[in-house]
């Protein structure tokens, strides 16, 4: 686990004050991981990836704790509007994008 926040924290550049939140985000990514692909372990060639999809988690943790959404769908200028999309609360959504790299990881259970 230290191994991860080392790498992370070197990789992002995070303060004292998020470090929590990091670890947070790299335990429920490792536990997100493990429970998808139905493995014990996280094998060297997920390391890479773990990182990545707790970076994800970590930003999108800062984002909704600070109530700022990235995601506007429409600008109007005329009266000045903008239209944010919905910011789904789900670790699932955050992740979709990976489930192609975990696939190869992923074990059947019966």
Not at 7 to 36: L, P, Q
Not at 40 to 53: R, S, Y
Not at 62 to 83: F, L
Request: overall charge negative; glycine content about 6%.
């Amino acid at each position: 686990m230290d191994e991860y926040i080392a790498v992370f924290a070197d990789m992002y550049g995070i303060s004292e004050d998020d470090r929590g939140k990091a670890e947070r985000c790299i335990e429920s990514t490792i536990e997100y991981i493990k429970n998808y692909c139905h493995i014990d372990g996280i094998p060297d060639d997920l390391k890479h990836t773990v990182i990545l999809m707790a970076a994800d988690l970590f930003r999108y943790d800062i984002s909704a704790s600070s109530g700022r959404y990235d995601n506007v769908t429409s600008i109007k200028e005329g009266d000045v509007t903008v239209s944010y999309g919905s910011n789904s609360s789900s670790m699932s959504s955050v992740f979709k994008d990976y489930k192609a790299r975990l696939a190869r990881f992923r074990k059947l259970v019966w």
